[in-house]
């Protein structure tokens, strides 16, 4: 008997499944770098937009490399990439996500049951830590979201044209 040999499936790129590994790897980089200016170097609550900004601006970079080698791998990045990624992330950053993050703010009630939650568990978290946190895993969450539609349909290219096998 002869074996007959399967056709190849087509390997399906997994950007959703990267894009999430390497989003929250970034997040929780971007939230380390933060903890670390705001606590240890810059350490003056006055500055903590100063912690913020370099925070934002060394995690962008190492976002779109990241974004680049690992999620969209196999795509033809054009030059204009890192425009278009740097440009969306500066507008995101002072335009959107400030307005996010303050419409999810107003999510009272779920702070409310999740300090409520925390202090029957005698973990003593403060309301405004709960309600910062909140808002800002939420606006994570849509930020996440818009930045992957946006990157995958504007930013990273076209998808690879799918070659023709020769009989």
Known sequence: MEKTEKPEKAKKPRHKTRYLIV???????NYGLYTILSNLIIKNN???WASTLISTLV????AYLAHSKITWKERNITKTAKYKFFIW???????IGPWITQLFSFFTSAYDLAYNIFQNMHINFSYDFVQSTGAFVFTGIVTMILN???????????KPEKKEEQK
């Not at 992957?148 to 076209?158: A, R, S």
């Open 89 to 95: 992330n500066l507008m995101f950053a002072f335009a």
């Open 148 to 158: 992957f539609l946006f990157y995958d349909k504007f930013v990273f290219g076209k």
């Open 59 to 62: 995690t962008t970079l190492v």
């Open 46 to 48: 006055d500055f903590l």
């Open 23 to 29: 989003g929250i790897s970034i997040t929780i980089f």
